[in-house]
């Protein structure tokens, strides 16, 4: 059962989306998969996406083609195939390793708000993205991403920082993704013109 939340997520008739909890204003687009996620308000999937597992922040921004949280196989094992782990597909009378599906979901992924995936790029089970971050087009992230950090490339490393130091300490302090939206709308203006630095300045953070 999907949880939706006052302002009703927009969600294309060709998704899927399962066992999941949206927030408000949060759009997913044609084709993406969200199953067992948690998604912050004012986020949003893009085409061809898929999410399993994963509690995602607010304002997060995924573009089309990203895949978070692509779930491991038993390397240890004689064999890599899911026939081990889902033989009910196979054999009758078989039941699926319910041990095995609990052991990838211990490996959840967490990003936090206003994240900026970028296309194409894959988020590996068990890794965390602070708050602010950005992860390049094409990048396959095995390790946590610092807050206000751009990582990017195949393993993703980190590329530099967003912000001179003190920004993100302060943005977190400003926490301004849990405003309400008619404060969000008054404050408009700034977030389009002003810089972070000013932004900041400005209200106090």
Same mark, same amino acid.
């Given at each position: 059962?999907?949880?939706?939340?006052?302002?009703?997520?927009?969600?294309?008739?060709?998704?899927?989306?399962?066992?999941?909890?949206?927030?408000?204003?949060?759009?997913?687009?044609?084709?993406?998969?969200?199953?067992?996620?948690?998604?912050?308000?004012?986020?949003?999937?893009?085409?061809?996406?898929?999410?399993?597992?994963?509690?995602?922040?607010?304002?997060?921004?995924?573009?089309?083609?990203?895949?978070?949280?692509?779930?491991?196989?038993?390397?240890?094992?004689?064999?890599?195939?899911?026939?081990?782990?889902?033989?009910?597909?196979?054999?009758?009378?078989?039941?699926?390793?319910?041990?095995?599906?609990?052991?990838?979901?211990?490996?959840? =992924?967490?990003? &936090?708000?206003?994240?900026? !995936? +970028?296309? /194409? *790029?894959? @988020?590996?089970?068990? =890794?965390?993205? &602070?708050?602010?971050?950005? !992860? +390049?087009? /094409? *990048?396959? @992230?095995?390790?946590? =991403?610092?807050?206000?950090?751009?990582?990017?490339?195949?393993?993703?490393?980190?590329?530099?920082?967003?912000?001179?130091?003190?920004?993100?300490?302060?943005?977190?302090?400003?926490?301004?993704?849990?405003?309400?939206?008619?404060?969000?709308?008054?404050?408009?203006?700034?977030?389009?013109?002003?810089?972070?630095?000013?932004?900041?300045?400005?209200?106090?953070?």
């Amino acid at each position: 059962m999907t949880k939706l939340n006052e302002h009703a997520p927009l969600i294309h008739p060709t998704a899927e989306v399962s066992d999941s909890t949206l927030g408000r204003y949060v759009e997913i687009a044609a084709q993406a998969r969200v199953s067992e996620v948690e998604l912050g308000d004012y986020s949003y999937v893009m085409e061809n996406s898929s999410i399993w597992c994963a509690a995602i922040g607010k304002f997060a921004n995924i573009a089309a083609a990203v895949r978070i949280n692509a779930p491991n196989h038993p390397t240890w094992r004689a064999t890599l195939h899911h026939f081990t782990y889902r033989a009910g597909d196979y054999f009758e009378g078989a039941a699926d390793e319910d041990g095995f599906f609990e052991w990838r979901r211990s490996h959840k =992924v967490t990003i &936090g708000h206003d994240v900026w !995936i +970028g296309h /194409g *790029a894959t @988020v590996l089970p068990g =890794v965390r993205v &602070g708050n602010g971050a950005v !992860i +390049g087009a /094409g *990048a396959v @992230v095995s390790k946590d =991403v610092a807050p206000y950090t751009i990582f990017g490339g195949v393993p993703a490393r980190l590329i530099r920082d967003r912000f001179e130091p003190g920004v993100g300490e302060r943005m977190d302090r400003l926490a301004w993704w849990d405003w309400p939206h008619d404060r969000l709308f008054a404050a408009l203006e700034d977030f389009r013109g002003l810089s972070a630095a000013a932004f900041l300045d400005r209200y106090g953070a």
